[in-house]
């Protein structure tokens, strides 16, 4: 069975930092790209950060560029993201994907909420 479990969520104040994880089980974590994307209430989904094969090589949305860090441990089958520099719009549930390099195949987690708030 294919899981991706996010944890971490919770309410920060503006300019603190949060740190999200999503545990994978069930398939060959290493031969997945990664991504984090969020969803505000009354929004749309939005990609936030990916990291690729490659540990070196991650995207970032601009809205989060500079602020935000996204890095994977392939040995914990756990993606991270660090949320630094917390802006109220930041607030949203923030959900792992998962998608195997060279493949459709593709996976979301259950999703985590994230609140920034004075």
């Known amino acids: 069975q294919v899981q991706l479990v996010e944890s971490g969520g919770g309410s920060a104040q503006p300019g603190g930092s949060l740190r999200l994880s999503c545990a994978a089980s069930g398939f060959t974590f290493s031969s997945y790209g990664m991504s984090w994307s969020r969803q505000a209430p009354g929004k749309g989904l939005e990609w936030v950060s990916s990291?690729?094969?490659?540990?070196?090589?991650?995207y970032y949305a601009d809205s989060v560029k500079g602020r935000f860090t996204i890095s994977r441990d392939n040995a914990k089958n756990t993606v991270y993201l660090q949320m630094n520099s917390l802006k109220p719009e930041d607030t949203a549930v923030y959900y792992c994907y998962g998608k195997r390099i060279g493949s459709r195949d593709d996976y979301w987690g259950q999703g985590t909420q994230v609140t920034v708030s004075s």
């Open positions: 990291i690729d094969n490659d540990v070196s090589v991650t």
